[in-house]
Structures are given as structure tokens and as C-alpha cells.
């Protein structure tokens, strides 16, 4: 009987307010997201490396547009080789997108840019860009973890923040391992402390999105995350910090950010997988914060001096395991504010490929059209996905 006069006193609340108790919840709905096809062979000469799932062009793993007269000028980096491309947005007679591929900075290319050395002089191997934006024509770009995922290597390389100014004959800005590292640990946040040296099946600090925000940076993490609670992190570092390291005066800074479903429960095992600023807001792009559980991984994380064989124990077979079925989400988070506010499911096709990139394109109407970057796309539609008519809460 209790049940039964609680749901009578919510309904009349509900009608109260002009509303059907069958209208109430608020669910959020899915986002269908359609192939943005580039001219020519594609980003990374898609078209003709296709078939390769090693090529850059079927691992683009960050996207990002500044505005034009004339469209919007964006850059895409891989996870692959050494891979960094322009393009260019602009807008059809009939309200669609069109993709004019640009010059590469890649290892991948037959005739790379002249400014290639910039981000590969050292050596050709890849840097595993996880995330890049455009700062007033600058390309700043930067790897995720210092721990490969499929053999937990310690690969410094990886983790380098590099940035490239426009076109005007500069050398590039790198700041590498460690630097990165100082400027994780000038945030002196307890969830950071040993993240930087453990695997991501364990937790590790792994980078996935950045963006460009008020004289700095805001680097995504897909880990380490508070799986549970719902909770993922953005770090913030001012460009001195960056590119100068910090001192008593300056440091990163870090956000926790609580994501919950339209029901209004934690969303559980998040991670953020790429982040656009535009007009003050933020829109994440979010993902599984866990990882498949290689075996070579395993057994490197087992080991005492990898700080994580007391978790593993404790909950087998690995802590940050992949949760199945967190399909892709997008968010709406204003910088300093708690919580994000849920914009919707990516739904269709999209929602069982990988997402790894999000580039946000305001038109002049007052909508919203975000870009989706697509790690293993399917042989048909290429690497680039939109979803159309938004409103960013």
C-alpha cells in the first residue's frame, strides 16, 4: 500500500506541473550520427589504405576546427606511425559538409610536408597522438600514456606535447616525458600518484582528448577514472606550464567531473575519449575508461615494482577492465562546475565503433553541428562521422 500511495502522490506531482505521468522521465535520445566523406583518396589517403587496419587513416584518434570565413580549417591526428593532417569544412548549397583533405605531417605520406621534422625528427616510430587542437593556427598535438597497452612498455616518446605555429618557418615546442610528468604531479592530486608509471589495465594515466581553454590546455583522461562513481578527470594546465614547467606559482590543476544517465545514476566505467571547447562550454565525448586485458599487459602489471599486483589480486582478473555495452555518450560540462550535463547517446552504427575525436562547428543559425573522429572505421563509410542540429545545453 506504501508503493502504491507513493507512485499516486509522484503522479499528482507530475500532473501538477501540466505534465502525463507517461511524458515524466527525462531520456535522453540517441544521436544518429552519418558518414562525412572526404574528396579525393580521403584523410590519410584513406581510400587506398583501406584494407590496412595498422594505417593511420583506420586509427584517427583526435579531430579539431577553428572557424573561417569560409568554413572551418581542422587537423586530425592517428595513433599510428607519425600522423598529423589538415582539412578543411566547408558548407554546401544544401546545408551539408564537405571534406577537402590537406597537407600531411606524416610518416604515412609519400611526400610528407616539409615540416614533418617537427614531430618526427627524431625518429619515424609512431608518438600515439591521442589528442590535438588548433590554437590560433598553432598545432599543438599530444600522446597519451607513457605504458603501451597491449605489452605495458614504457615508451617516453609517447608522451610528448609538441606544438607547431603557423606556417611561419618556427621549430617546434616539445615537452616530453619528463616534463609531462612534473606537470601531472604539480597538481598534487592523490587519484594522479603513481599513475603516470602504471599500466592501463591497472588504472594508468592515459590521455585521450585535448582542447584549448582560457591560455591553456585541458587534456581529457580516459584513466584513471572513479568507475563506479561515474566520475572522469580533465587536467588543466596553463600554456606556461606546458611549454615553461611548472613552479611554486604555477601548476596543473585537476577536474572531477560526474557523469550521470538520463536516469540519473552514475554512469559507470566512464572515461573520457576527446574534448572541444567552444563559447565557454566543453563537449566530452565519452567511452569505456577500461581496457581489453592483453596478456603480455598482465603479466607485466603482476610484477611488485609496478604497484599493481595487490589490485589485480583483489579484483581479478584486472581493475580497469572494459565494461561491455557503455555505448558512446556526448556531454555538455562548463570548467569548474561539478557535474555534465548528458546530450545524448551515440545511437545506429556509431555506437559500436570507437570513437576517439570531437570537433564542435557552431552555425550561424544558433545550432550545432559536432564531427566525430572514428578509430576502425567500417571499408565503406571512412573516419569521419556528423551529427547534425544540436543544441548544446
Known amino acids: 500500500m506504501w508503493r502504491s500511495k507513493r507512485i499516486g502522490i509522484l503522479n499528482g506531482f507530475i500532473l501538477a506541473l501540466g505534465l502525463s505521468a507517461a511524458t515524466a522521465p527525462a531520456v535522453a535520445k540517441d544521436l544518429v ?7 579525393g583518396d580521403g584523410l590519410f589517403d584513406w581510400s587506398a589504405h583501406k584494407d590496412d587496419d595498422n594505417a593511420p587513416a583506420n586509427n584517427i584518434s583526435g579531430i ?17 606511425e607519425v600522423s598529423i593532417t589538415l582539412f578543411d569544412l566547408q558548407r554546401g548549397d544544401n546545408g551539408g559538409l ?28 609512431e608518438r600515439d597522438f591521442e589528442g590535438v ?43 616530453k616525458r619528463g616534463d609531462l610528468k612534473a606537470i601531472v604531479e604539480s597538481a598534487h592530486e592523490p587519484v594522479l600518484d603513481g599513475a603516470v608509471d602504471r599500466s592501463l589495465q ?23 577514472a572513479d568507475r563506479e562513481g561515474g566520475v572522469a578527470y580533465v587536467l588543466n594546465a596553463s600554456e606556461k606550464v606546458v611549454f615553461d614547467g611548472p613552479d611554486q606559482d604555477n601548476r596543473a590543476s585537476l577536474h572531477a567531473i560526474a557523469f550521470a544517465g538520463a536516469d540519473g545514476k552514475p554512469v559507470e566505467g566512464i572515461g573520457i575519449r576527446g574534448l572541444d571547447e567552444i563559447g565557454g562550454k ?16 598482465l603479466a607485466v602489471s603482476l610484477q611488485p ?14 581493475p580497469n577492465r572494459e565494461l561491455a555495452g557503455l555505448a558512446p555518450m556526448l556531454w555538455s560540462w ?14 545506429g552504427d556509431s555506437a559500436t565503433r570507437k570513437l576517439e575525436g570531437v570537433a564542435v562547428l557552431e552555425r550561424p543559425d544558433g545550432k550545432t553541428d559536432i564531427v566525430l573522429a572514428i578509430d576502425s572505421p567500417n571499408e565503406t563509410d571512412g573516419p569521419l562521422a556528423v551529427i547534425s542540429d544540436l543544441t548544446i545545453p
Open 202 to 224: 591497472c588504472g594508468g594515466l592515459n590521455i585521450e582528448g585535448l582542447t584549448k581553454h582560457s591560455g591553456g590546455y585541458l587534456f581529457g583522461l580516459r584513466s584513471p
Open 33 to 39: 550520427a552519418k558518414p562525412l566523406a572526404c574528396s
Open 334 to 347: 562548463v570548467p569548474g562546475e561539478a557535474s555534465a550535463k548528458l546530450i545524448g547517446k551515440v545511437g
Open 98 to 125: 564537405a571534406c577537402v583533405p590537406g597537407r600531411q605531417f606524416s610518416s604515412a605520406s609519400t611526400n610528407p610536408d616539409h615540416d614533418f621534422d617537427c614531430f618526427g625528427s627524431d625518429s619515424n616510430k
Open 64 to 80: 579539431d576546427c577553428e572557424a573561417t570565413g569560409q568554413g572551418w580549417h581542422c587537423v586530425a591526428v592517428a595513433d599510428e
Open 133 to 175: 587542437t588548433l590554437d590560433k593556427g598553432a598545432i599543438v598535438a599530444t600522446g597519451s600514456w607513457g605504458m603501451s597497452r597491449k605489452k605495458a612498455e614504457l615508451r617516453p616518446r609517447n608522451w610528448t606535447v609538441y606544438k607547431k605555429e603557423k606556417d611561419d618557418g618556427s621549430d617546434c615546442v616539445r615537452r
Open 305 to 318: 615494482e609496478n604497484g599493481c599486483q595487490d589490485a589485480m589480486q583483489a579484483d581479478p582478473p584486472y
Open 282 to 297: 566543453v563537449v566530452i565525448l565519452t567511452g569505456n575508461a577500461g581496457v581489453d586485458g592483453a596478456s603480455d599487459a
